[in-house]
C-alpha cells in the first residue's frame, strides 16, 4: 500500500561530538466552543514560536474524581456510561448542529465532542434512512490541565466536530493536509561547513561548545501548514506530535514506555555524519467492507513510523541510497510501542484520531458514499456556519540539540506531515471481512437500535 500520510523528521548524527482547565464546565462560545486552549501541550506566542506548554507524560488517574464530577454535572447522564461500541449518526448531529448556528446558543459538549467516541471502528452507510452512522468505543469526558477533553477512566482524548469539518474541507479542496518544519537552506549549508571543520574527537567540554553553535547556526526552523487552516486544532497536533516524536528521538523528553530508546543512545560511536528523515504513515491491519460497500471497519494501531537517510549538498537534501540500523531500529521500536505512547501522550492518540477522520472524509467525499444517501453535509462544509477554536498560527521552532557521554551530537531537523486525499491507499485496498466479522449484521444491527429522536446511542 503506498505511504498516503508522510510525516518527516531529520537529523544530524555526528560522531564525535499549557493552558488551565475549563474550569467547571467546557468550551463556551457558538460556532466552535471558543474559550480554552486549543493547541493542547505547546504554546504559540503572538509570532509563530512554538514552545512547550507542558511535555510531561498523562499520569494513569490523575484527578480521576475532579474529571467525574465535570462530566457528571456536564454531559447527559447515561453518556458517561463506558461503551465498547458506541454509535453515532453523523447526518442527524449535523442537523443537531446546525441549530445553533441560529439563535440556539452554544454547541453543548456531548455534540461538539461526539457522545465522548474515542476512535472511528465502524462506518455504515444505510440508505434506508438516509444516514450515515459511526461507531466505536466512548465513555464520559471532560477537559485535562491542557483543556484537552478526555475519557473520566482511560484518559484517553475523545473526537472532535472540528477535526471532522476540518478533514471534510481540506481533503475536498487539496490533495493532501498537512505541515512542514524546515531549517533555511543557507543555514543547513552554514552548519554543514561547520561540521567539516568540526567533527573530529574532543573534549566533552570542546563537544558541549560545538552542540551549541550548531543550534546557534541552525536557527529557527520555518513552519509551514498546509490544506488546513494554520489555527485550527487539527495544524496544532500535527506541530505538536512531529515536534514530540523528535524530542524523543533526542532524549530531550522523559517517558515511561517500556523498551522506546531514543536514536541517540542507539548512535554507534564514530559512526559518522549523516541526516535522518522519519514520517509517520498510516497502519492499518485490516481495511473491510461489505460487497454492497454499505458496511467498513479497520483494525490497527493507525500510525507508524518509517525511515530513511538523506544526503545534503550545500543545504539541499536528497535520498541517500542505503539506511542505517540506528536509523530502522528507532523508527520500529516507535512504531512497536506506539500504542503504549498514545495511553501516555495525548497528542500521539489525537494523531491517531485525524486519521481515523480522514479515512471517514475520504470514503465520503472521494468515494461518493455522502452521496449514496443523498448528504450534502453543507453545514459541516461551511465554515462561516460553523467555525472552530482558533489559537495563533506556529510559524517557527527552535533547532534541538543534545550530546551524550562518549561524544555523540544529534543536531535536530524537524520535518513535517502529509495526509493524502486517501489514507487507506485506495477504495481496493479494502476487502472483505473474513467469517468472524460480521460486518452485514452490524450495519443491520446499528440501523435496528437507532431511535427515531436519537443521533448517538449504544
Known sequence: MTPTIVRKCLLFVVAGMASTAWGQ???????????????????????????????????????????????????????????????????RLERALSEYAGTKGTIPPEMWYLAGLQRIDHLFILPETNDVVIAGP????????????????????????????????????????????????????????????????????????????????????????????????????????????????????AHRVRGLRSHLSMIAAGSGNSLQRWWFAPYFEGLYRTEDGLAYQWTGQRVQLLAQEELSNRGNRTGAPTTRLSTQAFAKQFTDRYDDLAAQSAVFAELQNLVDWSLVASLLRRQGLAERVGWKMEFLLDAERLDYPKNAVPRKVESLVNVRPGGSVVVGLLGGVEIAADPAGSIEAFVAPPAEITLDAARRDAMKAVAADRWWWD
Open 25 to 91: 464546565g467546557f468550551p463556551g462560545g457558538n460556532n466552535g466552543g471558543n474559550g480554552f486552549n486549543n493547541a493542547g501541550g505547546i504554546r504559540i506566542d503572538a509570532d509563530g514560536l512554538v514552545t512547550a506548554a507542558a511535555l510531561g507524560n498523562r499520569q494513569a488517574g490523575l484527578d480521576r474524581k475532579r474529571l467525574e464530577a465535570v462530566a457528571s454535572e456536564a454531559l447527559p447522564g447515561e453518556m458517561n456510561r463506558s461503551s465498547p461500541l458506541r454509535h453515532v449518526s453523523l447526518v
Open 138 to 253: 466512548a465513555e464520559g469526558f471532560a477537559p485535562d490541565a491542557l483543556g484537552r477533553a478526555i475519557g473520566v477512566s482511560t484518559g484517553r482524548p475523545v473526537l472532535r466536530i472540528d477535526d471532522f469539518a476540518i478533514a471534510l474541507r481540506g481533503l475536498g479542496q487539496n490533495s493532501l493536509i498537512g505541515c512542514s518544519i524546515d531549517p533555511a537552506p543557507q543555514n543547513l549549508a552554514a552548519l554543514q561547513q561547520f561540521l567539516a571543520a568540526n567533527s573530529g574527537p574532543a573534549t566533552v567540554d570542546v563537544v558541549q561548545r560545538r552542540y551549541r553553535e550548531m543550534a546557534r547556526l541552525l536557527g529557527e526552523q520555518s513552519v509551514s501548514v498546509t490544506g488546513v487552516p494554520g489555527d485550527s486544532h487539527v495544524a496544532a497536533v500535527l506541530v505538536e506530535a512531529d515536534w514530540r516524536m523528535k524530542r524523543l528521538a533526542l532524549g530531550l523528553e
